[in-house]
C-alpha cells in the first residue's frame, strides 16, 4: 500500500502509477462496493421470497442476478486492497490481513454501530427494532472470537 500522493501528468508518463489513497476514485469505488454489495443481498433475499411464494424461475433469475452481482465486488475489492479495505481501514490481501481486518470491522460494528443504533432504536420507540440490533451485536460478538481463534490457528502454525 503506498501512501504517497498523487503523483503528476509527468510521473504518470515515466510509468509510475498514481496512488489510488484519497483519491476520488476509491472513494467512487467504496461507493460502488456499498451499492453493489446490498444490490446482493436484496437480489438474494428477494429470491428467497420468490422461492417460499412457488415462483421458481424468478427465483432463479433473482440468485443469478445476485451471483453475478457478487463479481463485481470482488473486482471493486481487488483495487481497494491497494488503500485497505474500506470499512476498519485496515490492510488486505493475504489470510492473516484479511483476518485481522475482519475482526476488526465485527469490532466496530458489534461494539460502535450496532449499540448506538439499538439505543437509537429505543429511544425512537422501536423497542424490536433495538433487540434486532441488540442480538445482531452479540451475535458479531461470537463471530469476532471465531474469528480470533483462526487467527491464532494460523499465526500458531
Do not use: C
Not at 411464494?53 to 445476485?66: H, I, M, T, V
Not at 453475478?68 to 485496515?90: C, E, M, N, W
Amino acid at each position: 500500500m503506498s501512501d504517497s500522493d498523487n503523483q503528476t501528468p509527468q510521473q504518470q508518463q515515466r510509468g509510475q502509477r498514481p496512488a489510488l489513497r484519497g483519491s476520488r476514485t476509491q472513494t467512487n469505488l467504496e461507493r460502488a462496493l456499498s451499492r453493489d454489495s446490498q444490490s446482493t443481498q436484496l437480489l438474494t433475499y428477494f429470491a428467497k421470497i420468490a422461492q417460499i411464494e412457488g415462483y421458481p424461475d424468478a427465483a432463479r433469475a433473482l440468485s443469478e442476478l445476485a451471483e453475478s452481482q457478487v463479481q463485481y465486488t470482488h473486482g471493486h475489492i481487488d483495487f481497494l486492497k491497494r488503500v485497505g479495505d474500506p470499512l476498519a481501514r485496515k490492510r488486505v490481501g493475504e489470510t492473516t490481513l484479511n483476518l485481522s481486518a475482519s475482526i476488526a470491522i465485527e469490532q466496530l460494528d458489534a461494539v460502535n454501530d450496532l449499540e448506538e443504533m439499538a439505543r437509537t432504536a429505543h429511544g425512537e420507540g422501536f423497542p424490536d427494532i433495538a433487540s434486532w440490533f441488540e442480538s445482531v451485536s452479540d451475535a458479531k460478538r461470537s463471530r469476532i472470537e471465531r474469528l480470533q481463534r483462526e487467527l491464532s490457528q494460523i499465526e500458531g502454525a
